[in-house]
């Protein structure tokens, strides 16, 4: 016989389960009500931009703190319950009046197939990169009537000059996405890549900051013609910084003219003292000078073991390398005479 107190203690866990069956089922209608209704938005758009990496739980949060009226917990875990939370793709997403969770989510699954795309291309400047967000297919104006300065401030860097802040890569954006949602992403990347590859840079590396890494970068990649050089370039150029030797590239004295250089370099231009003359200042200039790639952050990270303090274009894209100035010389006389860096 079971004694009493135990039948009443197996009674009362029963209906203790029951109970919670009932919350649990209530519980899955809610949520199966929820996913389907619209979501109150702060505006009449949401935009977000899904770094490739971001967590589903981080992916809730952003889109509460863009303008998602809702809970981050409850969108988190629907993402998660939903099974499809390791699907969502890394992309710019726009969220108008009558979406549901249930759309928002097949949205980010959906990811690339119904975006546009806009290629920015490693060494161009950050004035180029806004001419060709100013005429991307269906990207909608932002920046047109903003500062460098006042775009900066935008993306939380205020102060900081753009060039070499973005990453050259092709960005999807669904239409309507705003210009400045996609510098976002590219700043994003850019700092991510950067802080990666600092922390991989040789223990020999000339290099005081990931600052100086991105300026040197920027001129690895308006050096190079051939990518097999770009660790030699960049060898180069850490020998002359380790020893306080000009820099000498024709680029930065290029950038620093802006809209006064008409395409011919002169040697007045070598010998007027700006701060991006590496001719007559000693060290890597105040900013970078264009956008460098992940190839160009890494030889500026680690370049080549070598002794060779110049090099010079042979013209067919490649390079010709020399420890002294005697050999550099006399490459520069079979090849490219008064071109030599």
């Given at each position: 016989?079971?004694?009493?107190?135990?039948?009443?203690?197996?009674?009362?866990?029963?209906?203790?389960?029951?109970?919670?069956?009932?919350?649990?089922?209530?519980?899955?209608?809610?949520i199966a009500w929820w996913i389907n209704q619209p979501l109150n938005l702060r505006a009449t758009e949401v935009e977000l931009s899904v770094e490739a990496g971001e967590t589903p739980r981080e992916i809730a949060h952003a889109w509460v703190t863009a303008g998602v009226d809702a809970s981050p917990w409850m969108l988190y875990e629907w993402f998660?319950?939903?099974?499809?939370?390791?699907?969502?793709?890394?992309?710019?997403?726009?969220?108008?009046?009558?979406?549901?969770?249930?759309?928002?989510?097949?949205?980010?699954?959906?990811?690339?197939?119904?975006?546009?795309?806009?290629?920015?291309?490693?060494?161009?400047?950050?004035?180029?990169?806004?001419?060709?967000?100013?005429?991307?297919?269906?990207?909608?104006?932002?920046?047109?009537?903003?500062?460098?300065?006042?775009?900066?401030?935008?993306?939380?860097?205020?102060?900081?000059?753009?060039?070499?802040?973005?990453?050259?890569?092709?960005?999807?954006?669904?239409?309507?996405?705003?210009?400045?949602?996609?510098?976002?992403?590219?700043?994003?990347?850019?700092?991510?890549?950067?802080?990666?590859?600092?922390?991989?840079?040789?223990?020999?590396?000339?290099?005081?900051?990931?600052?100086?890494?991105?300026?040197?970068?920027?001129?690895?990649?308006?050096?190079?013609?051939?990518?097999?050089?770009?660790?030699?370039?960049?060898?180069?150029?850490?020998?002359?910084?380790?020893?306080?030797?000009?820099?000498?590239?024709?680029?930065?004295?290029?950038?620093?003219?802006?809209?006064?250089?008409?395409?011919?370099?002169?040697?007045?231009?070598?010998?007027?003292?700006?701060?991006?003359?590496?001719?007559?200042?000693?060290?890597?200039?105040?900013?970078?000078?264009?956008?460098?790639?992940?190839?160009?952050?890494?030889?500026?990270?680690?370049?080549?073991?070598?002794?060779?303090?110049?090099?010079?274009?042979?013209?067919?894209?490649?390079?010709?390398?020399?420890?002294?100035?005697?050999?550099?010389?006399?490459?520069?006389?079979?090849?490219?005479?008064?071109?030599?860096?």
């Amino acid at each position: 016989m079971i004694p009493r107190f135990l039948q009443h203690h197996g009674r009362a866990s029963h209906g203790l389960l029951g109970l919670l069956l009932v919350a649990f089922i209530a519980l899955g209608a809610a949520i199966a009500w929820w996913i389907n209704q619209p979501l109150n938005l702060r505006a009449t758009e949401v935009e977000l931009s899904v770094e490739a990496g971001e967590t589903p739980r981080e992916i809730a949060h952003a889109w509460v703190t863009a303008g998602v009226d809702a809970s981050p917990w409850m969108l988190y875990e629907w993402f998660r319950w939903s099974g499809q939370s390791r699907l969502i793709r890394a992309g710019s997403y726009v969220l108008d009046s009558g979406s549901t969770p249930r759309s928002l989510l097949s949205m980010m699954v959906r990811g690339d197939e119904r975006l546009s795309v806009v290629r920015l291309i490693e060494g161009w400047t950050f004035k180029r990169f806004r001419v060709e967000l100013a005429q991307a297919d269906g990207l909608r104006p932002g920046i047109a009537a903003l500062s460098d300065a006042q775009i900066m401030a935008e993306l939380g860097d205020p102060g900081l000059s753009p060039e070499g802040q973005f990453f050259p890569d092709t960005y999807s954006y669904a239409k309507g996405s705003t210009d400045l949602a996609v510098l976002k992403r590219a700043h994003r990347a850019m700092q991510r890549h950067l802080n990666e590859v600092w922390l991989q840079r040789a223990s020999s590396s000339p290099l005081k900051s990931p600052t100086d890494l991105l300026t040197l970068a920027s001129i690895v990649e308006k050096e190079t013609g051939r990518e097999a050089d770009r660790a030699m370039i960049a060898g180069v150029f850490s020998n002359r910084l380790r020893i306080g030797m000009p820099l000498q590239t024709d680029p930065t004295v290029i950038y620093g003219l802006g809209d006064q250089f008409d395409g011919n370099l002169r040697r007045s231009h070598l010998q007027t003292d700006t701060p991006y003359n590496t001719y007559t200042r000693a060290g890597l200039p105040p900013s970078p000078i264009a956008m460098p790639g992940k190839a160009a952050l890494m030889a500026a990270a680690r370049p080549a073991d070598t002794q060779a303090l110049y090099f010079v274009a042979r013209g067919d894209g490649s390079s010709a390398f020399s420890r002294t100035l005697t050999e550099h010389n006399r490459a520069v006389n079979q090849y490219q005479k008064n071109q030599g860096k």
